[in-house]
């Protein structure tokens, strides 16, 4: 559930077209997943504040968070499957 909520507040400060400090915009967390989201993407400065209230999506924070998300399932399903190899082996 955590990456669909991110992906879909991502989505909205690209339709609003806030993706710069110049095009931020205002916006309150329509519930707590959107809430747990915002929260999780301020604090990782992919969402940032213009410093009057105005938040806006930055694109490249965006990317890396999203490659390394990736990067860790790709990971762990290997794992999963070297596991699973083993256990068949045996």
Excluded: N
């Amino acid at each position: 559930m955590r990456p669909f909520a991110e992906r879909r507040l991502a989505r909205h400060f690209r339709a609003a077209g806030a993706v710069s400090m110049a095009d931020a915009i205002a916006y309150a967390p329509r519930g707590a997943a959107d809430a747990r989201a915002f929260a999780r993407l301020k604090g990782a400065d992919v969402l940032r504040t213009d410093g009057q209230g105005r938040w806006w999506l930055d694109e490249t924070r965006w990317g890396a968070r999203r490659s390394d998300r990736r990067t860790r399932a790709v990971a762990a399903l290997l794992a999963v499957g070297v596991a699973a190899a083993i256990a068949a082996l045996r």
